[in-house]
């Protein structure tokens, strides 16, 4: 399957500090998706990015999809305790061109 | 509505033994997905559907079959656990290029 790098791989973070994670591709993605999981739980779809250059907003979450659609990042803005769990990049696999194919996550630990 | 169900939530296996996984979404997806996790990993793909009759390999399909004979259902079938089988299995289904909506999942133990 495709390569996709998320870095990085862990987080701690004082509530209200702010918090990025970054998600690198080795070639041109057609889309990506972005996925939080809350410990012990499933993966739960946040957004889908489609267009080069595209950023999308949901309340303290910004997305962004690079100009070269290889590269995309999650910013969280004054974090939360209820922003604790691992998220996940996902990539269209390339053999398939839809089944989905995952990063390792970045875990983010919010303390308060 | 349920969306993807999966059964059991918990199951210990036996070196040697064999089980079936049970995955059913009432979304009318075409697409579904199964996927394993490891401790601190992410999602690997093991198997994915198309719809009824079509299966594909994923990342890491050995040791594992699967069969669609219905749009809703999507088993995976071990057959001779390993220790190395042990993981969090997740089953997904989705629209072509939608969010994929993802099952409660399994933890399988091994021993």
């Known amino acids: 399957g495709q390569q996709v790098m998320q870095i990085p791989q862990y987080q701690h973070v004082q509530e209200g500090e702010d918090f990025t994670t970054y998600c690198n591709s080795s070639?041109?993605?057609?889309?990506i998706q972005w996925y939080k999981q809350r410990p012990g739980g499933h993966p739960v779809f946040l957004i889908q990015?489609?267009?080069?250059?595209e950023v999308k907003k949901q309340k303290r979450l910004t997305f962004q999809f690079g100009e070269a659609k290889k590269n995309s990042s999650l910013h969280i803005t004054a974090t939360q305790t209820t922003d604790v769990g691992t998220y996940f990049c996902?990539?269209?696999?390339?053999?398939?061109?839809?089944?989905?194919?995952f990063g390792k996550g970045t875990s983010l630990l919010v303390t308060p | 509505n349920a969306g993807v169900t999966q059964t059991p939530k918990f199951r210990i296996l036996k070196i040697g033994q064999s089980m079936t996984l049970q995955c059913t979404q009432d979304?009318?997806?075409?697409?579904m997905y199964w996927y394993r996790q490891d401790p601190g990993m992410g999602l690997k793909l093991i198997y994915y559907?198309?719809?009824?009759?079509?299966?594909d390999k994923g990342e890491v399909p050995n040791g594992y079959n699967v069969s669609r004979s219905t749009t809703e259902d999507f088993p995976l079938r071990l057959e001779l656990a390993a220790p190395s089988q042990t993981s969090v299995y997740f089953c997904?289904?989705?629209?072509?290029?939608?969010?994929?909506?993802f099952g409660q999942g399994t933890r399988l133990t091994v021993v």
């Open positions: 997904a289904s989705s629209s072509r290029t939608g969010e994929a909506f």
């Open positions: 070639t041109t993605l057609s889309n």
């Open positions: 990015l489609v267009k080069s250059g």
């Open positions: 996902a990539l269209p696999d390339s053999n398939s061109g839809y089944a989905l194919n």
């Open positions: 979304m009318n997806h075409n697409y």
């Open positions: 559907s198309v719809g009824a009759g079509i299966t």
